[in-house]
């Protein structure tokens, strides 16, 4: 580990020169030369400690670079530390040789005071020595192990032993259900029992933490942490995707290869899984291993006694089974579901044996905020010092990361908190020590001060206490703290209480098990979500019926509702308010009621919490399809997080495919010379809508299979549909394509795609027919569902069409703050403040991944029309990714464009097609 810091201080432009590049990498095929120049690169940027910055379009095979380019590095490094483990030993043989020879020949005389001097180096050298060879040593019979239990994995037949494993678990998963149902009715003996465990335990001073985080800590700490490569993407289903890319690899045979992913995803104990919410789920999992590993007292009495399941610990924590499944991982590469197979199979938890295998890995494939939270990250057992960071798709990770820390807690939230908190005071006053009793005063003096800042009153049902009139007050951290007058409190001493005192998890059980009086909270809308909360909502396949609402508000209240306990979601704003005072504001938005009124914290320099990543690390690698604009990244996350600019390394590639195939147009006017000019102002006119519709009619007529439509928002993609129906648009549009519209809910999704996709290859098997159905339109929404994650590649998307920019909302105090917190704080460019690049980068950042869902092959071809008269400028046109923009022709007329899209699609059509249009 040594070696590895050492690295990482000596990284610096000089090295790259010294970089000796591997001859060839190994690839599962002859690479494309933009392969083999992004390897390089990247070589290069791990060899010398680099922050690199690589831009790869998608379908150039970036996935495989990554891991080729990569993972050929770590194997050289991995030489080169052996080699200097042997030379390290070698010259200390030496030396004791030539000490031996040295003492044999003065013979008697005198120690030289030399020798003494030299006595203590010598020594700590040697136990240098020793401790680099054990770890070695520890490597080696790991690595001998995991290649006897490959070779055992070749010769066993999985059927059978998949059968009665199944068959086991769930004989154990009836044992405790059968449990579940003898104890629904405990007696008035356990009542004690069951309180003593939802009793907060002594805590003794504010700087001791709990033996139990002290035993957590130090839980499998004894085996070596060898270098490793932590890679991280937005979704489970991408990370899937790339353990899948890497068993297609030349290393999958001889990489020890991990993933990491949620309770909720990773549970293989159906009574946990049952629990509806992610809170509820983690809670029980904690309390289920905290009794599996508590010695039980009195255990002839306590087993006449009847338990609740709770109290039982879970069947696959069980050490042995686990460290088999540590090993089986370590031995075959898994995704998420040969995970939750090979779990069941040997009835082990795959979500703590997959965290106890990190040591030994040397890929951990995790997702976003296990890697960027650094509480989660710590409590994961993740190190990042000497190793290297890959992050994924991270063409939006200034915006992830702030979202990651910004909290938002509503005031039916806060409500319930002091309700049962002040429920759970009184029903154990009598237990609680001094120290626990005013730390749990502090908390519901704290949850009641918010609550009236919203305008509420303690007491009465949130969604019946009026505060209104809407509006929205900005604040910094320390004037909320003074508006609130909490400024009094020491929020860090409260939030180490709250963490090391586990009192969200007791509070849960105690509202479990006695379940306290609670209004029924009906709201109208959804809060925003938190970015935390919906990157755990976005990797889950959550299928609850909801009411019809805006998008981007649909998909979390349903979430807090089935917390038996908002506290834990409370201590996560009571965290961000730790932050320095200009790096966050604090928002309070108060609505017609108090149910629907709300707190958020909202962070402003996301630098601050990526900055450990950058220091910690040995290497940062930040990849995507498009990273452009490039500067706003810089300056953003790299410059304020202390990173130099020679430690930067910047890598961006064209595209595969040859360059006549793909052909984008900026077109300024529609078919009767309407000016496309999508602002605000003009966008909802008739006349406007009426020359958008007029350009798919016609575009539809020559465009084969699928053409997908881009708007700015849920709103204008509702009012422009509803006005194409009134005109007969749509008719027109369904006489050559099916018109299919993006759905609102997530569980729509596969089955309209499916719709979609069924409906374009029945009209492209036989070729374009003339006077039928040539394929189908999509209606998408910038920065919706269709905007990320899904490919339209062949037929599928064979014109992407972008309707105006997708500019925010400047009236958002959200975003006038964050404007306002760059100008203040970064240097103007080229005549424009921070706040307008950004702003203009926000928009540009939602076009260019829109439109890159086309081409996604070197052999696909497609078409990109992006209508607005401002796509026309320089400006714009610079944030494009570079290998559109070298293609972008700016067209002022429809007859023009209308004719190249033609043209480009008859030279593509098969031979018969051609001579039927002659």
């Known amino acids: 580990m040594a070696t590895n810091n050492q690295s990482v201080a000596s990284s610096d432009v000089k090295v790259d020169k010294t970089c000796s590049l591997p001859e060839a990498f190994p690839f599962p095929f002859q690479p494309y030369s933009i392969q083999e120049d992004f390897m390089k690169n990247l070589y290069t940027a791990l060899d010398a400690g680099k922050i690199g910055i690589f831009e790869s379009p998608t379908g150039t095979g970036k996935s495989l670079s990554l891991i080729c380019g990569a993972l050929t590095w770590l194997r050289d490094y991995e030489e080169k530390q052996r080699q200097e483990v042997e030379a390290i030993l070698e010259a200390q043989n030496d030396q004791q040789q030539q000490s031996a020879s040295g003492n044999k020949s003065t013979g ?16 700590a050298a040697k136990e240098r020595a020793l401790k680099m ?33 199944s068959d086991d678990v769930n004989q154990d998963e009836n044992d405790n259900t059968m449990k579940e149902t003898k104890s629904s009715d405990p007696s008035l003996e356990d009542e004690d029992d069951d309180d003593d465990k939802l009793v907060v335990e002594d805590y003794h001073s504010d700087d001791e933490a709990s033996k139990c985080d002290d035993d957590d800590s130090k839980e499998k700490e004894d085996e070596p942490h060898v270098t490793k490569i932590y890679y991280c993407s937005r979704t489970h289903s991408q990370l899937s995707q790339f353990v899948h890319e890497i068993q297609k690899s030349p290393y999958s045979e001889t990489t020890r290869v991990v993933a990491l992913g949620s309770r909720q995803n990773l549970c293989i104990n159906e009574t946990v899984k049952k629990l509806k919410s992610l809170s509820l789920v983690n809670d029980r999992c904690l309390e289920m291993q905290k009794n599996k590993k508590e010695p039980k007292k009195d255990q002839l009495q306590k087993k006449a006694k009847k338990q609740k399941i709770p109290s039982t610990g879970c069947p696959y924590y069980n050490q042995n089974n686990m460290d088999m499944y540590k090993d089986s991982v370590a031995a075959q590469i898994h995704d998420m579901e040969q995970l939750l197979t090979r779990g069941k199979e040997l009835k082990a938890c795959p979500y703590y044996s997959t965290r106890y295998a990190i040591p030994g890995a040397q890929v951990v ?75 749990i005063k502090q908390i519901v003096q704290v949850l009641a001060s918010w609550i009236r800042c919203l305008g509420g009153r303690i007491g009465c049902a949130p969604d019946t206490q009026k505060t209104g009139p809407a509006s929205s007050k900005l604040f910094t951290i320390n004037d909320f703290l003074f508006t609130t007058q909490m400024d009094n409190i020491n929020l860090f001493k409260l939030q180490k209480y709250c963490e090391r005192s586990h009192i969200s998890r007791k509070l849960n059980g105690f509202v479990e098990k006695y379940q306290p009086p609670m209004v029924k909270i009906q709201e109208p809308e959804e809060p925003q979500q938190t970015g935390m909360t919906r990157f755990l909502q976005e990797i889950s396949k959550k ?29 996560g704003f009571l965290l961000a308010l730790t932050n320095a005072d200009k790096d966050g504001r604090v928002v309070i938005s108060k609505q017609d009621f108090l149910s629907q009124s709300r707190l958020k914290f909202l962070l402003l320099n996301p630098a601050v919490h990526f900055q450990d990543v950058v220091k910690e690390a040995r290497a940062v690698i930040v990849a995507g399809g498009t990273m452009q604009p490039v500067d706003e990244f810089k300056h953003q996350l790299l410059y304020c997080a202390g990173v130099q600019e020679d430690r930067i390394a910047e890598f961006s590639c064209g595209h595969v495919i040859p360059p006549d195939q793909l052909l984008p147009i900026a077109l300024t ?18 006349k406007m809508m009426d020359e958008v519709g007029r350009v798919l009619v016609n575009v539809s007529n020559v465009v084969p299979g699928g053409v997908v439509i881009f708007f700015p928002s849920y709103d204008y993609e509702k009012l422009i549909y509803s006005h ?27 089955f309209m795609l499916g719709q979609y996709t069924s409906i374009i290859e ?28 899904i490919n339209f590649s062949d037929n599928l998307g064979r014109c992407i069409v972008m309707v105006g920019l997708p500019f925010a909302n400047i009236k958002s105090p959200e975003l006038k703050e964050k404007m306002d917190y760059l100008n203040a704080t970064m240097p103007s460019s080229n005549g424009k403040t921070p706040g307008q690049i950004h702003y203009e980068n926000l928009c540009m950042k939602a076009v260019n991944q829109s439109i890159g869902r086309a081409i996604r092959h070197k052999g696909d071809y497609a078409t990109i029309l992006l209508l607005d008269s401002r796509y026309a400028r320089s400006s ?24 190249a899209i033609r043209k480009f699609f008859v030279e593509r059509r098969p031979t018969s097609s051609k001579a039927d249009t002659s």
């Not at 008697?108 to 020594?123: G, H, I, N």
């Not at 006017?669 to 008739?686: I, K």
């Open 108 to 123: 008697s005389s005198v120690a030289t005071p030399d020798w003494v001097l030299e006595f203590d180096e010598k020594k």
């Open 133 to 165: 060879k054990d770890e070695q040593d520890q490597i080696l019979k790991r690595e001998a192990k995991l290649e006897e239990i490959r070779n055992n994995l070749k010769q066993k037949q999985f059927k059978r032993k998949r059968s009665s494993h």
């Open 365 to 439: 494939v995790l997702p976003y905020n296990t890697l960027l939270h650094k509480s989660t990250r710590e409590a994961c057992g993740i190190h990042l010092e000497g190793n290297v960071v890959i992050i994924d798709e991270a063409h939006n990770l200034v915006e992830t990361i702030s979202n990651v820390y910004s909290v938002e807690v509503n005031g039916a939230q806060l409500c319930r908190a002091h309700s049962q908190l002040s429920q759970y005071m009184e029903k154990y006053r009598s237990r609680l020590k001094a120290k626990n009793l005013m730390y």
């Open 543 to 571: 299928t609850s019926e909801k009411k019809e609402e805006p998008q981007v508000l649909e998909k979390i209240d349903d979430e807090y509702q089935a917390f038996s306990s908002p506290l834990l979601h409370i201590e």
């Open 669 to 686: 006017t529609g078919p009767s010379g309407v000016d496309f000019n999508f602002t605000y102002q003009s966008r909802d006119t008739p």
């Open 724 to 750: 194409w129906e009134k005109t007969g648009v749509i008719a027109r549009l369904g006489m050559k394509k099916k018109v299919f519209r993006e759905p609102r809910k997530a569980n729509q999704v596969d």
């Open 762 to 789: 029945k009209a492209c098997s036989g070729g374009v027919q003339s006077g039928g159905m040539n394929g189908a339109i999509l209606l998408c929404v910038v920065g919706g569902k269709m905007s990320e994650g």
């Open 876 to 899: 714009i046109q610079s944030k494009l990714p570079g290998w559109i923009a070298r293609r972008l022709q700016t067209i002022q007329k429809f007859g023009p464009a209308f004719g």
